[in-house]
């Protein structure tokens, strides 16, 4: 099973910043098939990037995914209002199942 | 647009089976796609639970998968959620959501979830 480690915990920044985000996998991610989620308080997490790369459906192009192998990153290049979240790794289309990293909070 | 209404009790005694349904509107389960549950604890990661397609074919999770069991109702457009033995480790909030490649995919709709608590 692969475990999916997320750096920082929390990322303290302001709008307007740029916020870097990172997962690292304690082995290979095939085909590269890492997905990024947002989650709000209260709310299901949201896909935004998936392929490691690619935007989903209706995501702004503020937010990018990078990386291959062991290391990813999730960018967002200026910080907006509604961007402040928990943000969630994921390794997908893998057995025995699909796993998540711990999330990064970025307030 | 593609929307998923998760229902069921919120409080489960232990030792008792927890059952939710997931409605699907927007979309018919008939047409593709496997459909997925996830769980998350209060203030913890996610896990995924398991999924199913259009024609029942499942996967799960192997820590759960001698107490769950996934359904599917194409008549009524909806996936269905048992987990039997219960304990206070199954308190959590239970979302489904439609994985948008294969059966072990990223999940690219999800319902709003409902939470679960067991406790006596």
Do not use: M
């Amino acid at each position: 099973e692969v475990v999916l480690t997320q750096s920082p915990g929390t990322l303290s920044l302001s709008p307007g910043e740029r916020a870097t985000l990172s997962c690292r996998a304690n082995q290979t991610v095939t085909s590269n098939y890492l997905a990024w989620y947002q989650q709000k308080p209260g709310q299901a997490p949201r896909l935004l990037i998936y392929g490691a790369s690619t935007r989903a459906t209706r995501i702004p192009d503020r937010f990018s995914g990078s990386g291959s192998g062991t290391d990813f990153t999730l960018t967002i290049v200026r910080l907006e209002p509604e961007d402040f979240a928990v943000y969630y790794c994921q390794h997908y289309a893998t057995l025995p199942q699909p796993t998540f990293g711990q999330g990064t909070k970025v307030e | 647009q593609v929307q998923l209404q998760e229902s069921g009790p919120g409080l489960v005694k232990p030792s008792e089976t927890l059952s939710l349904t997931c409605a699907v509107s927007g979309y018919s389960i008939s047409s593709g796609y496997y459909w997925g549950w996830i769980r998350q604890p209060p203030g913890k990661t996610l896990e995924w639970i398991g999924s199913i397609s259009r024609t029942g074919n499942t996967f799960y999770t192997p820590s759960l998968k001698s107490r769950v069991t996934i359904a599917v109702d194409t008549s009524k457009n909806r996936v269905s959620l048992r987990l039997t033995s219960v304990t206070a480790a199954d308190t959590a909030i239970y979302y489904c959501a439609r994985h948008r490649f294969g059966a072990l995919g990223d999940l690219d709709y999800w319902g709003q979830g409902t939470l679960v608590t067991v406790s006596s």
